[in-house]
Structures are given as structure tokens and as C-alpha cells.
């Protein structure tokens, strides 16, 4: 696999590495490691890069190109190995990209083992995780990658021909990609990173490549449930699907108020009880059960086996994580949630929900669904971030909701006024149904300052 990877590389001529972050950085170390003597380029925003990475200037087969206008003159390279992080919305890409790849194209083009790739707009971290974890536990040589902070070729010469590789696969993962997972899971289509991408039609024509160039052996795993994943579906001989349409579902998992259903051939049984205790809370994890349940259908594990490791999973990090009590008030971070429809899931899971903090960068998503469902719902207290939050309370108070609703210039305000708005026993949650690049690096950063001012100001 590492082989036919670097006789293709080392067959062009101009190849360049475009951006030189964590993944940036791991394709470097790969080529370098086998093609010692090929002369590479490198592009990065980052005009401080080689003072980070001071062992780049003893590279003498290297030409960095750095600054503002390191996307020029792209269609001069041969090859262009692309991070996911590049912003290409401005970019005229159409006359060259086929010459862009990502790790994740290489490896799939060559890749000789089981491969799942996990893709969506929402959950495709629990998903894949979950995935990963009830695999670890039940078969051998199990290894997560992709988007999830595990770039593939930090991985590869760990796997072989036997190995289950489950791979998180963003959009930018996905946009140029000429190579599909065996088993291909797209969990849902929202309008998410219109920041990013030149239409959502774009955007979501770039997810719905993790089936384009699938064979006829491999499988396709299709959530139906949101809209425009169930206008896009394709069907085909080894598809599965999953929903609370039963309709919809030929072979897959239903999903209902009792629980989990496996339907094949006309037959449903109930393989997973709604009862049971499990700490992914909120009904939307079902779809992400769904989905696992779909793979361990397709790679032959027993149910039996499966159940109890869906229980013990543990929520990732920012993704309705339970911070803990403080003050008699329960708080929760679920800063992964960018876009409306996660936050309502989000406050819809939690029982004891009375204080909202929102908001985050404006990029143009609709957010009237998120604005509705609050008018009906038992927040009370709507703590509002720039930029969204403001547009938020703006609309809240023309509507004369009973909300009650504060705008605020930071984290540290936003958890103080949570101190003072929530009643003891009840619960403050981040979700801020919009993106953190207007104040942070990352929803990881976001959140990560909620749960310190939440303890700092316990004290």
C-alpha cells in the first residue's frame, strides 16, 4: 500500500503540499522518509512557519512559498496533496483539480483492506468513534484516522491487508476526492460551512462523493432522515438505510419510540430497546447507533456482542458533554454544535434545560428553525454571543417572547450571567448553533474556555 502510494508521488514532477498543519506535516514526514531526494514545495498562510519548523531550512530538495498569496499559480504543480484546513471558496480550482488529492484519495485509490468512512454534516465524530470503539472490542486490527485528529499516513505502516480502518471524513476531505471507502456511511445533509465553500450545493455534492466511486461489492449506509440526504439518495444492490420512516428503510435500521429495529427481507426486529441505559444521550445518537449497527450488520457481528458496548460508549469531548455540577446547577458543553438543528437536538435531550448560551460567527445559515423551536420550548434564559446570539435575542424580543434574553461580549460574562439566571437543580447549556471563528481558533478552543470559566467562577 506505502509502495504504490510513493511510486505515485515520486512519479510527478512539481508536487506540492498545500498547507502545513498536523496533516501538512505528516505527508511531509511520509514522503520524506521513503523519497529522501525528492524536491517538494510547500504553500502555508503562515509567514511565521519556518520559525515553528526551523528543520524545513535544512531541507535543500524544498522551496516554501508562504503569505497571502501562496494559492497562486496552483495549475503550475503537478500534483497538489491538499489539507483539509485550505480554503479553496476563492480559489478558480476547475481548470487544475485533478490535480488535487488528499491523504485520504491516496490511501482509499490503494488501499487493500476493509475501509469505513464515515460522513455528514452532524455526528460523524460519535459515529465513527463508535464505530471504532465497538470494533476494537470485538475484532482484530482496528484503526481509527481521518478527521477525527489522526491523519492517515500516521497511520499507515500499521496497517495491512487485514486491518478495519474507520475513517472520519470531513468535506474538505471529500471535495476532490477520486476513491470511496468499501463501506460508505453519509449520516445527514445540513447547510453548514457556507463560509467555505462557493454554494451549499457545492458543499453537499463534496459529501455525497464518499459514494461516487464506490465498486459494486462495496456498501453505501444512507441516513434518510434530513432532507436533502433523503433528495439525494441513490438506491443500489448492498445499501443500507436508516430512519423513523419505515417506508424508507428495505434493509437497514428502523428507528422508532420502542428502539432499534433490523429490517431485512420485510422482517423488523427489535435489536436495540430505547430503554436500555446508555450515556450517549438524546434521541439524535440513535441515527449514529443506527448507523454502527448498519456496519456490524455488514461485518457479521453479533448483536449480543454489541449492545453492552453501545451502553458504556463515552460522549467525545464538547458533544452534549456533561461539564458536571457546580453551584447546584448542571452544565453542559456542546460547542461541536454549529448549525440550528444540533442545538435544538441538544436542548431537546436534556430534560432540565433552562439556560441557553448561543452564537457564535454569522455565515449566513438560516437560523428562524432555531428561533421557533425556542418560543415553544422551557428555556427562559437566552444568554447571546456575537454575532448570531445578538441576531437571536434581536428576533426573540420583536416576537415578545417570555425569553429572557442577554446579550453578552464574552465566555467570562456568559457563565456569569448563567450563575445568575439558572435556578439550582436546573441545567445551562452551550450550543451554540453557529461556528467560533469570530473569537476562536475552534469549537475545541470555545469549548474548552466554557468549562474554565465554569470552574473559576464556582470558586
Not at 505515485?8 to 514522503?31: C, H, Q
Not at 465513527?128 to 470503539?133: D, F, Q, V, W
Request: charged share 25%.
Amino acid at each position: 500500500m506505502i509502495d504504490k502510494i510513493i511510486k505515485e508521488i515520486a512519479s510527478y514532477d512539481k508536487v506540492l503540499i498545500l498547507g502545513f498543519g498536523r496533516e501538512g506535516k505528516s505527508t511531509y514526514n511520509l514522503i520524506r522518509k521513503y523519497l529522501k531526494d525528492k524536491f517538494l514545495y510547500i504553500a502555508d498562510l503562515n509567514t511565521k512557519l519556518l520559525d515553528n519548523n526551523s528543520y524545513l531550512c535544512d531541507d535543500k530538495n524544498l522551496e516554501v512559498i508562504l503569505g497571502d498569496n501562496y494559492l497562486d499559480n496552483l495549475g503550475e504543480y503537478d500534483l497538489i496533496i491538499k489539507a483539509p484546513g485550505v480554503n479553496f471558496k476563492n480559489v478558480e480550482y476547475e481548470s487544475f483539480q485533478d490535480k488535487i488529492t488528499y491523504q485520504s484519495d491516496l490511501f482509499l485509490k490503494y488501499a487493500d483492506c476493509m475501509t469505513i468512512g464515515v460522513t455528514g454534516t452532524k455526528g460523524k465524530s460519535t459515529t465513527s468513534s463508535l464505530i471504532n470503539y465497538i470494533l476494537s472490542n470485538t475484532m482484530d486490527n482496528v484503526i481509527f484516522v481521518g478527521n477525527i485528529g489522526i491523519p492517515i499516513f500516521d497511520k499507515i505502516e500499521e496497517m495491512n491487508s487485514k486491518s478495519i480502518v474507520v475513517i472520519e471524513l470531513g468535506v474538505h476531505q471529500l471535495q476532490f476526492i477520486k476513491s470511496s471507502p468499501k463501506i460508505s456511511i453519509l449520516l445527514n445533509l445540513y447547510e453548514e460551512h457556507l463560509d467555505l465553500y462557493k454554494s451549499y450545493d457545492v458543499y453537499k455534492n463534496s459529501k455525497l462523493n464518499i459514494f461516487k466511486y464506490q465498486k459494486d461489492r462495496d456498501y453505501k449506509i444512507w441516513g434518510l432522515d434530513s432532507v436533502d440526504s433523503y433528495n439525494s439518495f441513490v438506491d443500489g444492490p448492498n445499501t443500507y438505510t436508516f430512519s423513523t420512516d419505515l417506508d424508507k428503510v428495505k434493509n437497514g435500521v428502523f428507528i422508532d419510540s420502542n428502539g432499534l429495529y433490523l429490517v431485512k427481507d420485510n422482517n423488523k426486529e427489535l435489536i436495540y430497546s430505547k430503554s436500555r441505559t446508555r450515556k450517549l444521550l438524546g434521541d439524535h445518537n440513535l441515527y449514529n447507533i443506527a448507523a454502527s449497527l448498519c456496519v456490524c450488520d455488514i461485518l457479521g457481528v453479533p448483536c449480543d456482542r454489541v449492545l453492552d458496548l453501545i451502553d458504556e460508549f463515552n460522549p467525545l469531548e464538547h458533544r452534549m458533554e456533561y461539564v458536571g455540577k457546580y453551584k447546584e446547577i448542571d452544565f453542559y458543553n456542546d460547542s461541536i454544535a454549529t448549525i440550528p438543528e444540533a442545538a435544538i437536538n441538544c436542548l431537546k435531550s436534556i430534560s432540565n434545560a433552562e439556560t441557553f448560551i448561543v452564537g457564535g460567527m454569522d455565515r449566513g445559515v438560516d437560523l428562524s428553525t432555531l428561533i421557533n423551536y425556542l418560543k415553544t420550548s422551557n428555556i427562559k434564559t437566552c444568554i447571546c454571543l456575537k454575532d448570531t446570539g445578538y441576531m437571536i435575542a434581536d428576533e426573540l424580543n420583536k416576537l415578545n417572547s417570555n425569553i429572557k434574553t442577554i446579550k453578552v461580549n464574552d465566555m467570562e460574562e456568559a457563565v456569569r450571567e448563567a450563575y445568575l439566571n439558572t435556578t439550582s437543580g436546573m441545567a445551562c447549556v452551550l450550543s451554540p448553533a453557529a461556528a467560533s471563528y469570530n473569537v476562536y481558533k475552534n469549537f475545541e478552543e470555545r469549548g474548552k474556555d466554557y468549562k474554565n470559566w465554569i470552574e473559576k467562577l464556582s470558586k
